[in-house]
């Protein structure tokens, strides 16, 4: 079965890094929006960053966009992100999100979480001031 499973999440002070790791298995990683969302306690789950697994522009959420990097790499069927200069409202659950066989990737599917059939457990990332 599908299975997404997320890594790399942790305390960081504003200003720090993390990067944060998503291992796909259970399909062929090859023609799917793998995307990244956070969801703070009493916050809708947010759409931080797309990539198409078949190659192509990433797109990412306002907030992040500058500060965050969305990889893949598919011979190890694993999505990253990379996140610096952290702020304290970076802090969240943040979950791998996988659409398989999609026809594209792009910001209308950072909106619609549904979209996305597939998610981990998520990862914690808290970001102190």
């Known amino acids: 079965q599908v299975q997404l499973v997320e890594s790399g999440g942790g305390s960081v002070q504003a200003g720090g890094s993390l990067t944060l790791s998503c291992a796909a298995s259970g399909y062929t990683y090859s023609s799917d929006c793998m995307g990244w969302f956070r969801q703070a306690p009493g916050k809708e789950r947010e759409g931080v960053a797309a990539?198409?697994?078949?190659?192509?522009?990433?797109y990412y959420a306002d907030s992040v966009n500058g500060r965050f990097t969305i990889s893949q790499d598919n011979a190890k069927n694993t999505l990253y992100l990379q996140m610096n200069s952290l702020k304290p409202e970076d802090t969240a659950m943040y979950y791998c999100a996988a659409r398989l066989l999609s026809r594209g990737c792009g910001t209308h599917y950072l909106n619609y979480p549904a979209l996305f059939g597939y998610w981990g457990q998520g990862t914690q990332v808290t970001v102190s001031s």
């Open positions: 990539i198409y697994s078949g190659g192509g522009t990433p």
